[in-house]
């Protein structure tokens, strides 16, 4: 079970750091991507993050803005995310995928377990 948290209201500019905590599972077997969807918008690809933290990718969106990593000791993973803007607003998840050594994925449906989502709010 994924559990996203760390969501919350920021104001522009501002920074925020999301947690992706994983139960009853060994977290260093998953690809792990992050993903947003805000109110009448299409679920966006933001980091996405492979087994070991060994490779990362990003959204157009947030490249640059965002770093994704993971502590697979403690079976966590994290996006921060820096220069918010009100176009970031949305409900965040984390989602997972079991694969091997160095894969990470950027498709929403290459993931096959997603966790409850955390609302950021950027006010301008």
């Known amino acids: 079970q994924l559990q996203a948290s760390g969501g919350g209201l920021v104001q522009a500019g501002g920074s925020l750091r999301l947690s992706c905590a994983a139960s009853g599972r060994v977290i260093s077997a998953y690809a792990i991507g992050w993903f947003r969807q805000a109110p009448g918008k299409e679920r966006e690809f933001v980091a996405a993050i492979s087994r070991a933290g060994t490779r990362t990718t990003y959204g157009n969106s947030v490249k640059g803005r965002c770093t994704i990593s993971r502590d697979n000791a403690k079976n966590m993973v994290y996006l921060q995310m820096n220069s918010l803007s009100p176009d970031d607003t949305a409900v965040y998840y984390c989602?997972?995928?079991?694969?091997?050594?160095?894969?990470?994925?950027?498709?929403?449906?290459?993931?096959?377990?997603w966790g409850q989502g955390t609302l950021v709010t950027v006010s301008s």
């Open positions: 989602a997972a995928r079991a694969t091997v050594t160095g894969v990470y994925y950027s498709e929403h449906y290459e993931y096959n377990e």
